[in-house]
């Protein structure tokens, strides 16, 4: 008879591009080995564990692909309080971005010397399994391109268009006190791109990618400067009048037109506007969203402020409006959207405070990432399970090197999986959370549907609102 460590009994499976079975999971050494109806509990070695998951629905663990560990806070105590976050909505992999520059470290250098003092600082601080997303913001860092790909495994990487030659945190034309770095231009981009076709060239059996932050920066110092001096309020709405989807818009051109030129496969994160869902769909790009993207309104929030202030749901490209959140609904819907991610980022109170420009972008969302796509996306929008789990899961994993592995619920594949309770409503609060974040910009939203079981190889790492044991989440060689 199999020996199982885990049986996950009796449960609604959802298959990525396949669909819904009824059956059983069993997990051994880490990995999904039996699937099927009535496994039979006696498989269970001395130790091993069951789930009841009868009246649930079991979901492959979600593939957090855009996650910013450590840009405000220690990053070692970023990856235990904000990992263990993800465990709450259903997130077993995170896929974090890091830079050189100001935030993260705070220093510049080559990333052979940096990228290992990350990896130590995370290192058995992680509830999830991980993976880094790294940007080259100097031209040394470019030419280390092929060396991160064959010796660290990291196969995508990044450029922050909004950058571009203005620090908007100083309100500089200069952005190279930001960056740390040399000409952060398109000239900087292209060379990105060119050796990134290079080394994929070098890699045939693998999909490298640069994955773009679309806001053209030098509209966007046009705009910043008619709000600034327009003597209005100076709130969520006025940020996004600041950085209007037009900007979106002009960079997802720039960036297409070097790709195509290249060669070089593109991701375009975050996308917050049905101007820029039209255009990303015009290109051969994969395209991401957001939860709050999907979800937030910016008027909502500048009414739920508190006296003086309440720039909680400030973040990079805006919080827009209810139009365009269905905008990106309809995307996620008929495939024009690729995946939805938290673009987490553990960002404290007082560091928002009550001045629209000094305050810092971002906060945290991971631990809604199943919860609000059930809610919003099945339950409300009819959208089907397998079409959440693939845009949480299956898609990111097949992006960014993880397909086989991770993205389904299939034999040799690790046990990562969340069991989810279909009827269990809960409001959103930021304690529920269970980030280091003291606040959160969807505090107050009713939803249906939660983890109450997330197991990450093969280890239930959360269960009943609670984590079980210690972080054993592993480095991700991809």
């Not at 304690?431 to 974040?437: I, R």
Request: contains cysteine; negative net charge.
């Amino acid at each position: 008879m199999m020996r199982y460590d885990l049986l996950v009994k009796g449960g609604t499976l959802v298959l990525p591009y396949h669909g819904e079975v009824r059956a059983d999971v069993a997990v051994a050494g880490g990995r999904i080995v039996a699937m099927g109806e009535d496994l039979d509990v006696a498989g269970l070695g001395d130790g091993g564990e069951m789930i009841d998951a009868a009246g649930k629905v079991v979901l492959p663990g979600a593939v957090d692909a855009h996650f910013h560990l450590g840009i405000y806070r220690d990053l070692a105590l970023d990856a235990y309080e904000e990992t263990r976050s993800s465990l709450v909505g259903g997130a077993t992999t995170v896929l974090s971005y890091f830079r050189t520059g100001q935030h993260y470290l705070g220093r510049t250098g080559p990333y052979e010397t940096i990228f290992p003092e990350v990896l130590d600082a995370v290192a058995g601080r992680s509830w999830t399994d991980y993976g880094f997303h790294l940007a080259p913001m100097t031209a040394a860092q470019i030419e280390e391109i092929p060396a991160l790909v064959a010796g660290h495994g990291v196969t995508s990487f990044k450029y922050y268009m909004f950058y571009k030659g203005f620090d908007l945190a100083a309100n500089s034309r200069d952005a190279r006190a930001f960056t740390m770095g040399d000409e952060y231009d398109l000239g900087h981009l292209y060379l990105i791109m060119e050796k990134l076709a290079a080394t994929q060239a070098a890699h045939p059996g693998r999909r490298l990618s640069l994955s773009l932050h679309c806001e053209q920066s030098e509209l966007m110092r046009v705009f910043i400067d008619r709000v600034r001096a327009g003597g209005g309020p100076q709130n969520l709405r006025a940020y996004s009048q600041a950085r209007p989807p037009l900007t979106e818009r002009l960079a997802i051109a720039e960036a297409a037109v070097l790709a195509e030129h290249t060669g070089v496969e593109i991701n375009l994160l975050h996308l917050s506007s049905a101007e820029a869902l039209q255009a990303a769909a015009r290109t051969s790009a994969r395209r991401e969203t957001t939860l709050h993207h999907l979800c937030l309104d910016h008027d909502d929030l500048d009414a739920r402020a508190r006296p003086g202030g309440g720039l909680g749901g400030k973040v990079n490209p805006p919080i827009r409006t209810r139009e365009h959140n269905e905008a990106l609904w309809a995307g996620v819907a008929d495939g024009r959207i690729d995946w939805v991610a938290s673009d987490h980022a553990c960002c404290l109170e007082e560091h928002k405070g009550d001045d629209l420009w000094p305050a810092r972008p971002g906060f945290g969302g991971t631990a809604l990432l199943y919860p609000v796509l059930f809610s919003e996306g099945h339950l409300r929008r009819g959208l089907p399970l397998t079409r959440i789990a693939e845009v949480a899961s299956a898609n990111p994993a097949r992006a960014f090197g993880l397909w086989g592995r991770k993205g389904a619920l299939a034999i040799g594949c690790d046990a990562d999986l969340t069991v989810l309770d279909p009827e269990l409503t809960r409001t959103v609060t930021a304690d529920l959370l269970l980030s280091g974040q003291d606040h959160c910009p969807f505090e107050g939203l009713r939803v249906t549907g939660w983890p109450v079981a997330t197991v990450v190889g093969g280890r239930v790492a959360f269960r009943d609102g609670k984590t079980s044991g210690e972080p054993s989440g592993s480095y991700l060689h991809r």
